[in-house]
């Protein structure tokens, strides 16, 4: 399936490094999410973009910087990330923002800071 | 009470069996509810929606019970590639999309 892709699937950074995520759909949606999921925890929500505007920014450290150039391009920016930032990232994308319709996920990527 | 919560398992049903588990949410506002299936290692792919009058697709029916605010889903005829972690989304109610942790299942042959 190919609805919606995740580059790269695999990361491995220093806590130095900059480096991006980078999520594309192909599916005319309005609204993308990332999601952050480390073991054995829940899926957790960072950042919701709908119409290419952030409507919605969970808490998230300043480390984590997404970028929404498109409706079909989202970016995650990450910086000075620590340990326990190592987690699968998922992006999902939706017909709206509104919760009422169901997310497709791309297949992650999981990423180890080191 | 959680906003939205599952038992954890896992769930261990020799193949063949019927295996049902509940989520139970908090907000009484909430208006849609999804259950998705996670592989190991996997993204959460959508297995179905759950409609007010339930929705039954194949060996999969799910519920929906407002009053005493859970929904449900059952396996009938499980399969060995039914092993999975079953996850229950929930709208918020204010638009927010609530995860719950997941139940997972192990079909045994």
């Known amino acids: 399936e190919t609805g919606v892709t995740q580059t790269p699937r695999h990361l491995v950074m220093g806590m130095t490094n900059k480096k991006s995520l980078k999520c594309e759909q192909h599916l005319g949606h309005n609204a993308m999410y990332w999601y952050k999921q480390s073991a054995k925890k829940p899926l957790e929500l960072m950042f919701v973009y709908s119409l290419e505007e952030r409507v919605e920014n969970n808490s998230v450290p300043s480390r984590f910087s997404p970028e929404c150039p498109n409706s079909s391009h989202l970016f995650l920016h990450l910086h000075t990330l620590q340990p326990e930032d190592s987690a699968l990232y998922l992006c999902?994308?939706?017909?709206?923002?509104?919760?009422?319709?169901?997310?497709?996920f791309g297949p992650g990527t999981r990423l180890t800071v080191t | 009470r959680k906003e939205v919560e599952q038992d954890p398992g896992p769930f261990n049903v020799p193949e063949g069996a019927t295996v049902a588990f509940n989520c139970t949410y908090s907000?009484?506002?909430?208006?849609?509810f999804f259950w998705y299936r996670q592989d190991c290692r996997k993204e959460p792919k959508l297995l179905m929606s759950v409609y007010s009058s339930g929705n039954e697709d194949g060996r999969f029916t799910a519920q929906l019970n407002r009053a005493s605010q859970y929904i449900s889903l059952l396996i009938r005829d499980s399969k060995l590639s039914d092993s999975a972690t079953y996850l229950c989304v929930v709208n918020g109610g204010d638009d927010k999309i609530i995860f719950g942790k997941g139940t997972r299942l192990h079909i045994l042959p």
């Open positions: 907000n009484s506002a909430s208006q849609s």
């Open positions: 999902a994308s939706s017909q709206d923002g509104g919760g009422g319709y169901e997310q497709y």
